[in-house]
């Protein structure tokens, strides 16, 4: 069974922490992908990576960052948390490449509460 | 990126049949996609369609596809109680070099006993 796993379901941190979210998948997926969820807004993606070190921006990159060192592992961090970053958080990986049949697969997601 | 649109809210009742809409914005997608989400859960993919087809069917899904209107649908036949979940539509997005999905909002379906 295809997996993806986020290493915790809810996470609560303060103002100005730094918020590590790891991401893992076991299908030897090329991409993966982080996407914040948010009432009223659907799924926003922050940030992608096609290979191993690879990165590119999505739509709101701003207060994010990732890492990517390891195919099976996308790691994203808020370096100074915020508490208009208090959002769900879902992880995301596919293995084709542009243009192609792309089924993305989710994991369970980790709802982030910034105090 | 670009807009994917659909309503927010859909209410049915159990037995009677569900539709949801949705209007895309690339009409170079080559694939559409739907997405259910549970609550308290990641997204599963539901189903999906490939361009040059105007309908498909899976047990008691089904969607159709508008090419010319960039309008996609997905009818789900006999709703359950169980089908109470968010839907998303999605297509490729060309914003993303290809590699990324652009979803809409969701349509949160409630299916009423």
């Known amino acids: 069974d295809v997996k993806v796993t986020q290493s915790s379901r809810y996470l609560v941190k303060r103002t100005g922490e730094k918020v590590f979210l790891e991401c893992v998948q076991d299908m030897d997926h090329e991409n993966m992908f982080w996407y914040r969820q948010d009432p009223g807004l659907g799924l926003r993606l922050i940030y992608f990576?096609?290979?191993?070190?690879?990165?590119e921006k999505g739509d709101i990159p701003e207060g994010y960052s990732v890492s990517r060192e390891k195919k099976e592992r996308f790691s994203l961090i808020l370096e100074s948390a915020s508490t208009n970053q208090t959002s769900m958080y879902l992880c995301?990986?596919?293995?084709?490449?542009?243009?192609?049949?792309?089924?993305?697969?989710f994991g369970p997601g980790t709802r982030l509460t910034v105090l | 990126g670009e807009d994917v649109e659909q309503s927010l809210f859909l209410s049915v009742r159990e037995g009677d049949s569900s539709v949801i809409n949705c209007t895309y914005t690339d009409s170079s997608s080559t694939y559409l996609y739907w997405y259910k989400q549970e609550p308290g859960a990641g997204l599963q993919l539901l189903t999906y369609i490939f361009s040059n087809m105007d309908m498909k069917q899976d047990q008691r899904l089904t969607v159709l596809l508008n090419k010319k209107d960039k309008h996609l649908s997905l009818r789900i036949a006999d709703t359950q109680t169980g089908d109470s979940a968010i839907y998303f539509c999605a297509e490729t997005s060309n914003s993303n070099s290809g590699y990324a999905l652009n979803f809409g909002k969701g349509t949160s379906l409630l299916v009423t006993p």
């Open positions: 990576s096609y290979d191993v070190k690879m990165k």
């Open positions: 995301a990986s596919s293995l084709s490449r542009a243009g192609g049949y792309n089924e993305q697969f």
